[in-house]
């Protein structure tokens, strides 16, 4: 189940996602690129957010009925203010079951917040229609090395939540690839501060907090451009593996 505190984080952010959350726009792009192929009648994206799958989808199947679903409703109202016709779905992607078959389903940068995202997987596949694809995207181990290294080095808990190995779905997938997206800050306080705002600095649950002084430290001393990457997994689900 997802955390609720992280479901809070994300609606909070809302209004601030797409200002802030570049890597995710840029890794939208490449997921829904990878089902180019595909003529989808219908499309489902979990943990849609602010729409940037959908939006993608939109443009590339204009004839396709869209779905979004999402736990942080304020994310679904940026979604259906941006794209229109959207049908939205409020509900916890770990929990809830869908009568409705989709052609195309995609996950992307969400599902490292689930505590057994194969499992996720093998749930959301049912959700498919005979023939048809889960493509999915999710940054894995390795991924904000940067930041965790910077606190492991001066022996404070970094609070990254923690990233699935990188062949976690190796028995599902029909094909993967692994790719870096690397992003560059002027400084590690601009990288906290849009992770913060973005809904992505959720802790993970043993984190205990740095104090204002060791984090001002921190700041100081971290290297200027500050430079993190997230390594993310890309990975096509069939409904029959």
């Not at 505590?115 to 995207?137: I, K, N």
């Not at 204002?212 to 890309?234: C, G, I, Q, W």
Request: glycine share 6%; with cysteine.
């Amino acid at each position: 189940m997802t955390t609720l505190h992280v479901a809070r984080a994300f609606d909070k952010a809302a209004r601030n996602y797409d200002a802030v959350a570049s890597i995710q726009a840029e890794v939208a792009k490449t997921l829904v690129a990878a089902a180019a192929d595909s003529s989808p009648r219908s499309v489902l994206d979990i943990g849609c957010g602010t729409g940037f799958v959908l939006a993608q989808a939109a443009g590339r199947w204009p004839e396709a009925e869209l779905t979004g679903l999402d736990i942080a409703p304020a994310m679904l109202r940026e979604a259906q203010r941006k794209i229109p016709h959207l049908t939205v779905l409020r509900a916890d992607a770990s929990e809830c079951d869908l009568d409705q078959s989709f052609d195309l389903i995609f996950s992307c940068m969400m599902l490292h917040w689930f505590a057994q995202p194969a499992e996720m997987l093998r749930r959301w596949r049912r959700w498919l229609t005979p023939q048809g694809s889960l493509y999915v995207a999710v940054p894995v181990v390795g991924s904000l090395g940067a930041w965790s290294d910077l606190c492991d080095d001066a022996g404070v808990s970094h609070g990254v939540w923690p990233f699935p190995p990188s062949d976690f779905a190796d028995s599902l997938a029909r094909g993967s690839i692994l790719q870096q997206h690397a992003m560059s800050y002027g400084s590690a306080f601009e990288f906290l501060r849009a992770l913060k705002r973005s809904g992505g600095g959720t802790p993970r649950r043993d984190h205990e907090p740095i104090s204002s002084a060791k984090m001002r430290e921190l700041v100081r001393t971290a290297p200027r451009p500050f430079r993190v990457s997230y390594n993310v997994l890309y990975a096509q689900i069939t409904r029959s593996g």
